[in-house]
Structure formats: structure tokens, C-alpha cells
């Protein structure tokens, strides 16, 4: 089964750093563009980082410059470095796999459950 597992999340202070990790299981990680999302409390999902399946990144305006997204295909997992936080950064961090298929007009998306992330003095 598929499975996207967050983890790294957690309390930290402003201007620190953190290390998101996103491991997976039961599809061909290879093959998916890789993204970040965050959602923050009465606000809408946003796009934080993605990365191609061929490693071509781009990021959100918001985070831009402080986030690095990486992936390591042999150990299926993608990352997401943070550094400089800043309030607003606090929100629910969720992993998302997806593959568009043009050929068959298929799509394929994958979600984890979300890792919270806070910062605060």
C-alpha cells in the first residue's frame, strides 16, 4: 500500500532551522514530482517547495531562498530543509507525491497525514 510518512516537525524559535523528512513506500518514487505543502490555521493549503522527478525545484515567494527541497531516489524520501523560520512559517507540513500520465490523461497523487511545525518564542 502507498504510504508518505512525515516526520522532523516540532517546536523551535525564531531564525532556527529544521529538517523535514518524507519517507515512502508503494509506488515508484522515481517516476513522481515531489512537493511540500503547509497549511496554517484559517488560511488555505499553500505550495511550499517541489521538486521534478528530474530534480528541477521551485519554491513559494513566502519561503524562498530560506527552504531547500531535496530528494534521495535510493531511499525514496524527500526533504525539506528550513532555516532562518520565522513566525508565519508555523503551520502543518504535508508531503505530497504526484505523476501526471499525458498519454492516458491519468493522474497519480499521494498524501502523508502532516507534521506540525511551530515556532514561537
Known amino acids: 500500500q502507498v504510504q508518505l510518512v512525515e516526520s522532523g516537525g516540532g517546536l523551535v524559535q525564531p531564525g532556527g532551522s529544521l529538517r523535514l523528512s518524507c519517507a515512502t513506500s508503494g509506488f515508484t518514487f522515481g517516476n513522481f514530482a515531489m512537493n511540500w505543502y503547509r497549511q496554517a490555521p484559517g488560511k488555505e493549503r499553500e505550495l511550499v517547495a517541489s521538486?521534478?522527478?528530474?530534480?528541477?525545484?521551485n519554491y513559494g515567494d513566502s519561503v524562498n531562498g530560506r527552504f531547500t527541497i531535496y530528494r534521495d531516489n535510493a531511499k525514496k524520501t524527500v526533504y525539506l530543509r528550513m532555516n532562518s523560520l520565522k513566525l508565519e512559517d508555523t503551520a502543518i507540513y504535508y508531503c505530497?507525491?504526484?505523476?501526471?500520465?499525458?498519454?492516458?490523461?491519468?493522474?497519480?497523487?499521494?498524501w502523508g497525514q502532516g507534521t506540525p511545525v511551530t515556532v514561537s518564542s
Open positions: 505530497n507525491a504526484d505523476l501526471r500520465v499525458i498519454l492516458t490523461q491519468k493522474r497519480y497523487a499521494y
Open positions: 521538486i521534478t522527478s528530474s530534480g528541477t525545484t
